[in-house]
């Protein structure tokens, strides 16, 4: 079955690709290569032992997409591309909310132009803000957004919703990421964030490379038992085997309209100084990090509830943070020539 891969070349994206073939499919990867670099399609190759059919386009020009789509004969997608960075979208709204709606709808139309009935589409747990009951399950309400970029995943997951019950022939399942931390175990692939990173993992393993001078904790005045936020830290190889558990599970439901949301993560939250505390156990280091202020829009804590997707999907999380937070640092060391 000929996939589709929009952000192939990303972070998540490039992951996806290596859990599809080993499960049998034959992806195709679009990307614009705006926060990717091509490296990563040779680290692929490493792995794969194969070239992955890849085109730099843009997944908002339709002409283009619908070339590729019918050329490869398309039969579902996997939408990752997006602009992905919280504090520049709210410095440029419309850059994000253009590209992350735009090239979803152009997506759709392709789709609907060419009867291909499947998609999987990344989401994210900013859809619950910060949420009165944790762990989060996925009836748990959504919040109003804090950010132009949390704002983009709520609107796509109500356009997708919608699309699915005006009967037009789609399954599709939005899969609520928590937070993709680790790098593959090959270390072929990884996390390549262009400029100063603003999540965690990255920013740390920069830091213990002498990259970054020092990592600053965003905060541990917050009512939690460290008082270090809490997040839901999932391995990204365990993040891109959902992937595919989606993808056979639409293959479930061809008969009638299907949309579904899976919470994805490991179930269980860790503070980011426990992050940081098993980074230097695992890998026998020391990080030079200062506790600073509170960084502005930050949920407390949160992670996920995920029986439904080990109910329905037949997916759970199987690698642990120790794991995660050696093949940061194994990846990292390639990267860096440590
Ligand atoms: N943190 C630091 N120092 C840093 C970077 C991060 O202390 O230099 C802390 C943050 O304050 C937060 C935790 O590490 O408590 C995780 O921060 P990240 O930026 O790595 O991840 P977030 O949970 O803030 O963001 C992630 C995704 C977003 C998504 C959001 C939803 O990266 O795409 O979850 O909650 F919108």
């Not at 989060?136 to 957004?145: C, D, I, Q, S, Y």
């Not at 993808?247 to 939250?269: E, M």
Request: hydrophobic content about 40%; charged content about 20%.
């Amino acid at each position: 079955m000929n996939i589709l891969v929009t952000g192939g070349a990303g972070f998540i994206g490039s992951h996806t690709v290596v859990e599809l073939i080993e499960a049998g499919y034959s992806p195709v990867i679009v990307d614009n290569l705006s926060n990717s670099d091509p490296s990563v399609l040779q680290g692929l190759k490493n792995i794969l032992g194969k070239d992955i059919p890849f085109y730099q386009e843009d997944c908002n020009d339709y002409v283009k997409m619908n070339k590729v789509v019918q050329r490869h004969n398309i039969e579902g997608i996997i939408h990752f591309a997006a602009f992905k960075a919280v504090g520049e979208s709210v410095a440029e709204p419309l850059k994000y909310y253009q590209n992350n709606i735009g090239s979803l709808l152009n997506v759709l139309n392709v789709m609907q132009a060419n009867g291909i009935r499947n998609l999987v589409f990344s989401s994210s747990c900013t859809v619950y803000g910060q949420a009165d009951v944790i762990p989060v399950t996925e009836n748990t309400p959504k919040k109003k957004a804090e950010s132009p970029y949390g704002n983009t995943k709520a609107i796509a997951e109500d356009i997708l919703e919608d699309t699915v019950k005006a009967g037009l022939g789609f399954g599709i399942i939005s899969l609520r990421y928590f937070n993709p931390v680790g790098a593959h175990p090959t270390a072929e692939i990884g996390e390549l964030p262009i400029g100063v990173p603003n999540n965690l993992v990255p920013y740390i393993t920069q830091t213990a490379a002498g990259v970054r001078e020092k990592l600053t904790v965003f905060g541990n005045d917050y009512d939690t038992p460290d008082g270090s936020n809490i997040r839901d830290f999932i391995h990204v190889v365990d993040l891109a085997k959902a992937h595919v558990s989606a993808l056979n599970l639409l293959q479930k439901h061809t008969d009638a309209p299907y949309y579904n949301v899976f919470n994805i993560g490991t179930g269980t939250g860790n503070t980011v100084l426990e992050v940081i505390d098993t980074f230097e156990k695992v890998n026998h280091l020391k990080l030079n990090y200062e506790i600073g202020p509170r960084r502005p829009g930050d949920v407390v804590k949160i992670y996920g509830d995920v029986e439904k997707a080990a109910m329905e999907m037949n997916w759970r999380a199987a690698k642990t943070l120790e794991e995660s937070m050696k093949d940061a640092w194994r990846w990292q060391k390639k990267i860096s020539n440590l």
